[in-house]
């Protein structure tokens, strides 16, 4: 199962076949940016790739667009994904994110 590095805080995270990298992390309990779940609505779940590029499915014509139109310009970071579509195909993907927490433990 493909690993994905998540920077700044050297978070890793499993991704199964046919997952999106937001869809691995909702599914082990990582907070993982969100207002939309994955309908392509809110861009808060963007990702920049920082290494690995090669291990990720390249963008869909639909997922450029939605960056291209419903982002601010000063987001759109070379490497911009969208991490509820982005599918990961190997490992020594490395993403940067602020905002993804490991699971709360439950006490
Ligand atoms: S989760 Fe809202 S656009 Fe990705």
Same mark, same amino acid.
């Given at each position: 199962m493909p690993v994905v590095t998540i920077l700044p805080g050297d978070i890793e995270i499993e991704v199964a076949s046919g997952e999106t990298l937001a869809q691995a992390a909702w599914r082990q309990d990582y907070q993982w940016p969100?207002?939309?779940?994955?309908?392509?609505?809110?861009?808060?779940c963007a990702c920049v790739v $920082?290494?690995?590029?090669?291990?990720a499915e390249p963008a869909s014509a639909l997922e450029e667009g939605c960056i291209a139109e419903r982002m601010p310009r000063f987001r759109q970071?070379?490497?911009? $994904?969208l991490a509820c579509q982005l599918r990961v195909i190997g490992d020594g993907l490395v993403v940067e994110k602020e905002g993804v927490r490991p699971p709360v433990c439950s006490a």
């Open positions: 969100t207002t939309c779940w994955g309908e392509m609505a809110c861009m808060v $920082r290494d690995g590029e090669a291990a970071l070379p490497g911009t $994904r």
